[in-house]
Each structure stands twice: as structure tokens, then as C-alpha cells.
């Protein structure tokens, strides 16, 4: 069965970095490709980057300087790492498995001091 | 980076009757391969998005035959036929075709 869940702090503080996991089961990362997607509280949904099968990856143009995402695919595990984190980065944290029509549950990342 | 503008901003439907939904792209999304990456999503309260439609037209597994994607180029379409009460929350477009990959602004459907 196909399953994603996103872990991480729930909060961070202005200027630090933040850092997730999603880890995911019943499908290899090998084979597939990650996306991250964010959505500020009651805004709409923002395509954050992704990590293709063969490991590459790509980053939203305005986000591409503070972003790096990174795989462990003997842990089944995808990261994202954002720096220099502002207020305006707060909004649940979504992984996806675009190709499977499967999303994780999301994680909310509140960046305060 | 592809624009894609979503119409109306909200809709309020009565239920069984058809609710339409725009979105419109700053770029033509047809890849080269000739396939056209344009996806709508539905987010209902409270939830993760959920996939609706891919490649522009194809219902994904699960998807009742009252969603129906059409549109070419630039100029998407979907229509909701005979609304549901499930069918309340934010509907988004979404283009797979050009990176970085974009999402529409969404609509809110409501039932009056």
C-alpha cells in the first residue's frame, strides 16, 4: 500500500533552517518521483520542488536559493531543507507521490520566535 | 515560470445542478512527447488534495463519471455535473508540463 508521512519540528524559529522527512512505503524512490508542496494557513497550494526517479531534482523559481532536497533510498526516506527561514515560510509541509495520486497527511511548520 | 489563472475565484452551486471551472495558462502545455500535463485537484476541508484529473480528460482511479476535464494549449476546463454535497472545497489546476511545475490559485465551490 502506498503511503507517504511528512516528520519534522513544528516550529522554527526566523533565519534558521528547517529540515523534513517524508518517508514512504509500498513504492520504490528509484522508480518514482517526490514533490513537496506547501500551503500557507488559508491560502492555496504551492509547488515547492521535487526529486525525480534517477535523483535530480528541481526547485519553485523564488524558493530555488534556500531549498535543497535529498534522498536515502535505502531508508525510503526524502528531505527538505529550507535556510533562512521568514514568517511567510509557515504553512503545512505536503510530500506527494504525484504519479500514484497519493499525498501525505501534511505537516505544519510555524516559523516564530 | 507558467501562469495558470483559475475562473471563477469562488462558485456557489446548487446541489444537482453543473458548476464550470476555468483555468487558463500563460503558456501552451503541451509537451513535446504530445501529451498536455494539466491536473485538477480537489482539496476538501480539512484534507489533503486529492487527484481528479490528469493529462487534461482522464478521470483517476475512483473518480465518478460527474467530472469532466476538457481543453487544449492553453484553455482548461472542468465541468461538475449533477453537484454533490462531497463535492464542496477548493478546486485546483495544476501543469506538469514546464518547470518549475505551477498550480492554479483555486476555486471554492459551495453549495447554496
Known amino acids: 500500500q502506498v503511503q507517504l508521512k511528512e516528520s519534522g519540528p513544528g516550529l522554527v524559529q526566523p533565519s534558521q533552517t528547517l529540515s523534513l522527512t517524508c518517508t514512504v512505503s509500498g513504492f520504490s524512490l528509484t522508480s518514482n518521483s517526490v514533490h513537496w508542496v506547501r500551503q500557507p494557513p488559508g491560502k492555496g497550494l504551492e509547488w515547492v520542488g521535487a526529486i525525480w526517479s534517477g535523483g535530480s531534482t528541481d526547485y519553485n523559481s523564488a524558493l530555488k536559493s534556500r531549498l535543497s532536497i535529498s534522498r536515502d533510498t535505502s531508508k525510503s526516506q526524502v528531505f527538505l531543507k529550507m535556510n533562512s527561514l521568514q514568517t511567510e515560510d509557515t504553512a503545512i509541509y505536503f510530500c506527494?507521490?504525484?504519479?500514484?495520486?497519493?499525498w501525505g497527511q501534511g505537516t505544519l511548520v510555524t516559523v516564530s520566535s | 515560470d507558467v501562469v495558470l489563472t483559475q475562473t471563477p475565484v469562488s462558485l456557489s452551486v446548487t446541489l444537482g445542478d453543473q458548476a464550470s471551472i476555468s483555468c487558463r495558462s500563460s503558456?501552451?502545455?503541451?509537451?513535446?512527447?504530445?501529451?498536455?500535463?494539466l491536473e485538477w485537484y480537489l482539496q476538501k476541508p480539512g484534507q489533503s488534495p486529492q487527484l481528479l484529473i490528469y493529462?487534461?480528460?482522464n478521470r483517476f482511479s475512483g473518480v465518478p463519471d460527474r467530472f469532466i476535464g476538457s481543453g487544449s494549449g492553453t484553455d482548461f476546463t472542468l465541468k461538475i455535473s449533477r453537484v454533490e454535497p462531497e463535492d464542496l472545497g477548493v478546486y485546483y489546476c495544476?501543469?506538469?508540463?514546464?518547470?518549475?511545475?505551477?498550480f492554479g490559485s483555486g476555486t471554492k465551490l459551495e453549495i447554496k
Open positions: 495544476f501543469q506538469a508540463t514546464h518547470d518549475p511545475l505551477t
Open positions: 506527494a507521490l504525484f504519479n500514484y495520486g497519493r
Open positions: 503558456q501552451s502545455l503541451e509537451y513535446s512527447d504530445g501529451y498536455t500535463y
Open positions: 493529462e487534461v480528460s
